[in-house]
């Protein structure tokens, strides 16, 4: 579980990075990374959530 908290981490650093570029410097691109990045976190979110139940029964 430490590994899938650790990738969460990397993924929420990604999508603030890109986030932020796109907001503040109005990056197109890093707005289009961002995307990608939520995309992805919202899967490893979805896995926590999974094996949070798991440990917690």
Do not use: P
Request: proline share 0%.
């Amino acid at each position: 579980m430490k590994e899938l908290v650790d990738k969460i981490n990397v993924a929420i650093g990604e999508f603030s990075t890109n986030a932020n570029a796109q907001v503040e410097n109005g990056n197109k691109a890093a707005g289009t990374r961002a995307r990608k990045a939520s995309l992805e976190l919202e899967k490893l979110l979805k896995e926590f959530r999974k094996a949070s139940i798991e440990a917690a029964k």
